[in-house]
């Protein structure tokens, strides 16, 4: 990982959201472990936006952290997601990126129409039968929203792996809901809340610009091949 193919959008971005996150864990005297949960995520988002192969490593740390995080919030269904699905995502995902790399960027794409409508329709039934089967959970808090959060992450990841460019807009809103999510569990005392609502709206202003290089990414390359 190399700085200096960091644009400076990308550098004021990550110095910012870092700079926010070290003056609120002083303030609210948050964990160190909380601060460490979010530096992993921003470094690991924005590398992905940059199509870079170490946004696994740096994911794996993260998934790992905000897994306990979501334990301890009673958030069943977002530790699940992390300990069982996003784990083994890590590893498969850095092996089919490093098949796929055109210098230290991945190769991007895009989906076709009809695919663009199958992806909606998973999500959406997707989200409402995992929110039915969380609801039934002793102590689980807002079943539909982790349930939307959820769906969104697994397919959104499997998008990732495959080198779609899709996979942002379905982070926006996954962002969105989570931000959302984390807002109540802050009204409800949570003592990591705070953090986690600023990561993920660092993670929501990554997606937009992942969204906007993966454009032009998948663009680019879609132009090459019609050479």
Request: aromatic fraction near 16%.
């Amino acid at each position: 990982m190399k700085i200096k193919n960091w644009n400076l959008y990308e550098i004021v971005w990550l110095l910012f959201f870092s700079m926010i996150a070290i003056i609120l864990t002083i303030i609210w005297k948050d964990t160190l472990f909380g601060f460490s949960v979010f530096i992993t995520g921003v470094l690991c988002v924005i590398l992905a936006a940059k199509g870079s192969l170490w946004t696994y490593i740096f994911g794996m740390y993260n998934t790992f952290g905000y897994a306990y995080l979501a334990f301890n919030n009673g958030l069943f269904g977002e530790m699940g997601l992390n300990l069982l699905f996003f784990a083994p995502m890590n590893i498969v995902g850095f092996i089919m990126w490093r098949k796929c790399m055109s210098g230290s960027i991945v190769e991007m794409k895009g989906l076709q129409k009809k695919d663009k409508v199958l992806t909606a329709i998973i999500c959406i039934l997707g989200s409402f039968a995992l929110g039915l089967a969380l609801s039934f959970i002793n102590g689980q808090n807002t079943p539909y929203i982790d349930a939307i959060t959820d769906i969104l992450s697994i397919v959104a990841t499997f998008l990732m792996v495959w080198r779609f460019k899709e996979q942002w807009l379905l982070y926006i809103v996954l962002n969105i809901f989570t931000i959302v999510m984390w807002t109540i569990r802050t009204v409800n005392g949570s003592p990591d809340g705070v953090m986690m609502i600023v990561m993920w709206s660092a993670y929501l202003v990554n997606a937009i610009y992942g969204y906007y290089n993966w454009n032009k990414g998948a663009t680019k390359a879609k132009e090459i091949s019609l050479l």
